[in-house]
C-alpha cells in the first residue's frame, strides 16, 4: 500500500516557517529602503534581533521582542517603528501576549530609557482576515494605550510598496481616505 504521509526530518517545518518570517522582515527592510531612496528619502538604521528589549522592573524581567526596529526620516521628521510580521502561525493567546508585552512597556514607560515617544508599531499580515483578526486582539489589549498602531497585508505591501497608502490605523487620527487606509510617512 502507498504510504499516506510524507516523511519529514523532525524540525524542517519549523525551520521553513523561520525562513519565511526572516525573508519577509529582510524583504520589507530593503523595499522600504529602495521605495525611500526614490523620493529623496532615507531608511536611517535598522536592528533585527538587536531590537530585543529585556528589563527587569519591580523584581521580574520582562521582554519585548519585535522583529525589527529602525527609523525613518521623512521631510524632516524622524519617525522610529516597530516591525511585526506576522505570518499567521501564531494562535490568540500567544499574540495576546505578544502585545501584552508592547501594553506593558508603554506603561512602564521603559521605553524613555531609548526614545522620547513609544516607537510606531507596524504590523504585517499574510491576508486580510488574517489582520482583521490581529487588530481585533491587538485594539483589546492596546486600545487605550498611547500607541500608534497601524497595520496591513502582505499582498498589499508587495503591490504597492511601503511607502503607499495601504496601511490602517488602529483607533482614530490623521486624515484617512474612505476605506480607511493612508500612508502615514508623508
Do not use: C
Request: hydrophobic share 40%.
Amino acid at each position: 500500500t502507498a504510504p499516506t504521509q510524507r516523511w519529514q526530518q523532525r524540525g524542517v517545518r519549523q525551520i521553513l516557517q523561520t525562513i519565511q518570517h526572516t525573508a519577509g522582515i529582510y524583504t520589507f527592510l530593503a523595499q522600504f529602503q529602495r521605495h525611500a531612496r526614490k523620493i529623496g528619502q532615507e531608511l536611517l538604521w535598522w536592528e533585527t534581533t538587536r531590537s530585543f528589549r529585556r528589563y527587569h522592573l519591580q523584581g521580574v524581567w520582562h521582554n519585548l521582542m519585535p522583529d525589527a526596529l529602525f527609523e525613518y526620516q521623512a521631510q524632516g521628521a524622524r519617525v522610529e517603528a516597530w516591525l511585526e510580521w506576522d505570518t499567521g502561525s501564531m494562535h490568540q493567546k500567544p499574540l495576546r501576549a505578544k502585545f501584552e508585552a508592547y501594553a506593558h512597556y508603554v506603561r512602564s514607560h521603559q521605553y524613555r530609557h531609548e526614545h522620547v515617544v513609544p516607537p510606531t508599531l507596524l504590523v504585517v499580515t499574510p491576508h486580510y482576515g488574517r489582520e482583521q483578526s490581529l487588530r481585533r486582539i491587538a485594539a483589546s489589549v492596546l486600545g487605550s494605550f498611547p500607541l500608534m498602531i497601524w497595520t496591513t497585508t502582505e499582498q498589499l505591501l508587495e503591490v504597492q510598496g511601503p511607502l503607499a497608502a495601504i496601511w490602517r490605523p488602529l483607533g482614530s487620527g490623521g486624515e484617512i481616505d474612505e476605506d480607511g487606509i493612508r500612508s502615514m510617512w508623508v
